[in-house]
């Protein structure tokens, strides 16, 4: 048992659903309890979802218990395939199913034998996996399915298109800024040269999976999803696959040079140097931001990285590589894919912190005081507590993080977006250091509401009134640091030359 | 059913797959460990539980809440870890942290199909510990949404004091103190003893049900121009202060999903329950007060001017509403008496969607309903139990209806095809009870109507391509 007030991924079931409900006419259904259909309320919520949900359930009650759910869910699947017609029907086992352990395989070859559409018991234990492995996973699933049923059939295809084309592999549903992604790697495969031969999960329809290994190759944007089609496809059919996140200039660059290098392989003949040089000199304004002397003010600055493998490793590189910003640690929740990320990420940060604790990542904030923190909800939640300005780039969200308005992360546009999200987050660069140059302006009460400081030392009426005069967003780390100075001193009563005292020998 | 059938004589019940969303139970900690201010809610469950609390929860999450999991791993299904042992591990580590009056345990579906034997570890660890432990089976096996907070208060019924427990204790000026003081709002003893005249001289009455505090002042308040006083509440807002229950006392519910705990006062504290329509709308209320005044034998006055005046301070709102139609999809017990209210109100109701119906439970605001719409010459609703979220959605596109009443997942597509929504979870959060409260529901019911009747002639009201309809 675990004490747990918060978690960064969610259970296993969420992300079968969510590979599910991505497809075009594919329903989900789950073997769960009422209530457990949570999910279909965040879709329509955060994605603001215009159509029904394709996921039911089907529901596991005391009278379940008593007799097996085998006639329930049976019935259930061949219900929906009459209403619904779909292609495909995913049975969803949840943690109840988990423990339940009914055959479930059975239920589904009893019920497809009737279906109209496809059926498949999504292959995903509750205890053994988080929602991003059972998402992977099952888009793993689905393809085989379909490839060889194809090849059953004799109907798949082979054969390359004629110009060089992709696969872009493991866009997603209630992914961060997946919709936004998905447009500017389209663009940016245009811009290439390159047809978009299939997207899959989302909008995709599972016939067309059957033209998989037409495309020259799959691109596969993010670390979490995706990976086993692809190695599956290359497996199978020889398909090279791009796993660098174009996220940030570099990256994208890197990511553009081996797609190059895969096109050529296979007698493309492109090159698209003058084309990476054009876009990162003129285009994305993230290679001049990073020379303005905006981000000259930036050089140096404290910053911690949190978030899942793809986007806290994209995010590390871009700030110490890109914008000279010094990254004190960078962290990820996905601990089953931790070497991955120490590998990423370990030449630019001080620290590599693996944790799924919410509240180690906490202290781990307070303690090393940043300028800007750039995380999920819960560290964005962290951040206000401290009074450090957090940038989030990486699920868990909330509806803020999906918005109207074109904000990829990914490819040329996703690096202004990027710069910016960087830029605002550190108390606006310039106006921050006007502030401390001319005293600060900001006379609000100051309130200490640090996670892990503790404040049982005195502060003298004229301390207070130089604390107040520090600008709000660095107070709460003066008034730590010098608390500390004090403490270490034996002083008790903190005075305005306490403050300065202090601000002398640490630089707080 | 339409308006021009001939109106049946009873109401029409019916049951239905079962096939419906609503929220699990477990998320009636959210609003409890806010109510009991000394508590702490330990939820025994899985990832799937924890993940649908801290999405369900929404910013209350960040604020520290006085609820964790206690989530079970791999080891604990297959009882290679010690159930007692690990959950002394975190209850220690809670009452270290936070040292709760009290630690509720909320079962959940894996402890029940485990078979964990909560309601027998608990009371070994309570007087190990030295906290009281409340042990709560709200699950999604068993109950819906609401039905949380039943099975929570009933548990919690069992420890409310007797009146002897609490002689010895006030003697120590404890329990008795905070209970007075509570009672009488902190006012001094004089003037308590003044007031203690204004009141009948009626058998005791102790109310149940989770109210805001501000919504609890009103209603006591509006008993007490009756000269009705309440003894008590349960819940009250610690539980170091739950109510004296003693053999014999009056109970009254508050809201229609409280049949469990109704049940457990009755059965096991020998309570007497007054079964009334519930105080939902100025008509409630007003039949909530009648029907305590008229067990305790009290004579009411002035409430039929009382009414009135809300009536006639609402009439903005019933402009908009009358003759249009309202949908119950059903999620969380409420439905019954908001219809009731809504009907009164000049709506018409085709049909109240409702996860469970307890006929006795509800028996006063059943026939509230019914004579209201004999008062109002509309056709009976149709009541359904347990319903088919799909089979409704396309009554719901049959009866060509003005409002729906219905859950998150429902409610964007629904207004993406032209149909006006309201989010039926609002209704359990926001204060509706007593006369005060009554323009606060209307303000919910008639906002989707009034904003889109503020967008209506950009047409606009159809954005989904026809071939997408279900
Ligand atoms: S339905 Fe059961 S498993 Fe699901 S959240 Fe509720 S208690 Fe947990």
Redesign the interface.
């Known amino acids: 048992?675990?004490?747990?007030?918060?978690?960064y991924a969610?259970?296993a079931?969420?992300g079968t659903l969510r590979v599910a409900s991505s497809f075009k006419n594919v329903h989900g259904i789950m073997h769960?309890?009422?209530?457990?259909?949570?999910f279909?309320?965040?879709r329509?919520?955060l994605e603001?979802?215009?159509?029904?949900?394709p996921v039911?359930?089907s529901?596991?009650?005391?009278h379940v218990?008593a007799r097996g759910s085998q006639e329930k869910v049976v019935d259930?699947i061949t219900r929906k395939d009459e209403?619904?017609n779909p292609d495909l029907i995913v049975l969803t086992p949840?943690?109840?199913s988990s423990?339940?352990q009914e055959d479930l395989e059975n239920f589904v070859e009893r019920a497809s034998l009737s279906t109209q559409g496809d059926v498949l018991l999504a292959d995903v234990n509750?205890?053994?996996v988080?929602e991003l492995q059972a998402a992977d996973r099952t888009l793993d699933q689905i393809v085989q399915f379909y490839i060889q049923k194809a090849r059953k059939n004799g109907d798949l295809l082979e054969e390359k298109t004629a110009k060089p084309s992709v696969n872009i592999i493991g866009v997603s549903t209630l992914g961060f800024h997946n919709q936004h992604d998905c447009t500017e790697l389209k663009r940016l495969m245009a811009d290439l040269g390159i047809e978009v031969n299939e997207v899959i999960p989302e909008g995709a329809s599972v016939h067309n999976l059957k033209r998989l290994p037409q495309a020259w190759f799959n691109l596969i944007p993010y670390r979490e999803i995706g990976h086993m089609s692809a190695h599956y496809l290359e497996k199978e059919f020889g398909m090279p696959f791009v796993d660098i996140t174009p996220m940030g200039v570099v990256e994208t660059a890197r990511c553009i040079r081996k797609i190059q290098e895969v096109l050529n392989a296979q007698g493309a003949d492109v090159n698209y140097e003058e084309y990476i040089e054009n876009q990162t000199l003129h285009v994305s304004q993230a290679a001049w931001f990073s020379r303005s002397i905006d981000c000259q003010n930036l050089t140096g600055k404290k910053a911690v990285v949190y978030g899942d493998n793809t986007h806290a490793a994209a995010m590390t590189k871009i700030l110490a590589r890109e914008m000279g910003i010094h990254v004190v640690w960078a962290g990820t929740y996905c601990k089953y894919d931790q070497e991955w990320f120490r590998k990423e990420v370990s030449e630019y940060c001080d620290e590599v912190l693996i944790n799924e604790d919410h509240g180690a990542i906490g202290d781990a904030i307070a303690r090393v005081e940043p300028s800007a923190i750039f995380g999920t909800q819960?560290e964005r939640?962290v951040g206000?507590r401290l009074n450090i300005p957090c940038g989030v780039i990486a699920a868990?969200i909330?509806i803020q993080d999906f918005p109207i308005g074109y904000k990829p992360f990914l490819g040329y546009e996703g690096t202004n977006q990027v710069a910016d999200l960087v830029y605002n987050s550190f108390t606006l660069g310039m106006e921050d250091h006007l502030l401390e140059i001319f005293g600060g302006h900001d006379t609000k009460e100051v309130i200490t509401k640090g996670i892990s400081a503790d404040s049982d030392l005195g502060w003298s009426a004229d301390g207070q009134a130089e604390l107040n005069k520090i600008p709000g967003f660095v107070r709460g780390k003066v008034k730590r640091n010098t608390e500390k100075f004090a403490r270490e001193r034996n002083i008790t009563e903190i005075t305005a030359e306490v403050l300065y005292a202090a601000k002398e020998a640490v630089g707080a | 059913m339409t308006l021009a059938d001939a109106q049946p004589q009873a109401l029409d019940f019916e049951c239905e797959t079962?096939?419906?969303?609503?929220?699990?139970?477990?998320s009636c900690v959210a609003w409890l460990y806010q109510k009991i201010e000394d508590s702490f809610f330990l939820v025994?469950g899985?990832?799937?539980c924890?993940?649908?609390l801290?999405?369900?929860m929404?910013v209350m999450?960040?604020a520290e809440?006085r609820?964790?999991?206690?989530?079970?791993?791999?080891g604990?299904?297959s009882a290679k870890?010690n159930d007692y042992e690990?959950?002394k591990?975190?209850c220690m580590?809670?009452k270290r942290d936070r040292n709760p009056s009290v630690i509720v345990w909320i079962g959940t579906?894996?402890t029940?199909?485990?078979k964990m034997d909560l309601e027998g570890l608990a009371p070994r660890l309570e007087s190990e510990i030295d906290i009281p432990i409340v042990v709560a089976r709200a699950?999604?096996?068993?109950y819906?949404?609401t039905q949380g907070e039943d099975t929570v208060l009933a548990a919690m019924a069992h420890r409310c004091p007797k009146g002897s427990a609490v002689v010895e204790e006030s003697e120590k000026q404890e329990r008795g103190n905070a209970i007075t003081s509570l009672l009488n709002f902190g006012k001094k003893k004089e003037e308590v003893v003044a007031e203690e005249s204004e009141y009948h001289d009626h058998a005791p009455l102790v109310m149940f049900g989770s109210l805001p505090d501000p919504v609890v002042t009103q209603l006591t308040l509006e008993l007490k121009k009756q000269g009705i006083k309440v003894n008590g509440w349960l819940p009250a807002k610690r539980f170091t202060e739950l109510p004296v229950i003693d053999e014999g006392y009056y109970v009254a519910g508050v809201n229609p999903f409280l049949s469990r705990t109704a049940t457990t006062l009755m059965r096991r504290r020998k309570c007497k329950l007054i079964g009334a329509p519930f105080p939902i709308g100025p008509d409630g209320t007003r039949a909530w007060i009648e029907k305590i005044c008229s067990v305790l034998d009290v004579e009411p006055k002035g409430l039929e001017e009382r009414e009135a005046k809300i009536w006639a301070n609402l009439e903005d709102y019933l402009e908009i509403i009358r003759g249009k139609s309202v949908f119950f999809m059903g999620d969380n017990l409420l439905e019954v008496s908001l219809a009731r209210f809504l009907i009164r109100c000049g709506m018409t109701c085709p049909e109240i969607g409702i996860p469970y119906m307890d006929k006795r439970y509800q028996g006063a605001e059943l026939k509230f309903l019914e004579q209201t719409c004999i008062d109002m010459g509309v056709p009976m609703p149709k009541i359904v139990e347990k319903p088919d979220n799909?089979n409704q959605?396309q009554r719901i596109y049959e009866h060509d209806v003005d409002l729906v009443i219905t859950?998150?997942?429902?409610?964007?597509?629904l207004e993406?095809r032209g149909i006006n929504t309201k989010w039926s979870v609002e209704f359990t959060f926001a204060q509706i009870h007593g006369f005060t409260n009554a323009r606060d529901i209307l303000e919910l019911v008639t906002r989707p109507l009034r904003r889109n009747n503020s967008l209506k002639d950009l047409g606009w009201d159809k954005?989904?391509k026809e071939e997408?309809k279900?």
């Open positions: 048992m675990k004490l747990a007030y918060w978690m969610g259970p079931h969420i769960a309890p009422l209530g457990d259909d949570y279909n309320v965040m329509s919520m603001r979802e215009r159509n029904f949900t039911t359930a529901v596991v009650d005391r218990l259930n209403e619904e949840t943690c109840t423990i339940l509750h205890y053994r988080n819960m939640h206000k868990p909330h | 079962g096939n419906y969303h609503t929220f699990c139970p477990i025994i899985t990832k799937t924890g993940y649908f801290q999405n369900a929404g999450i960040f809440p609820y964790a999991m206690a989530e079970l791993e791999e604990d299904i870890l690990e959950l591990r975190l580590q809670i579906c894996t029940e199909i485990i699950n999604g096996l068993d819906a949404f799909y959605v859950g998150m997942a429902h409610a964007n597509p993406a954005l989904v997408a279900v």
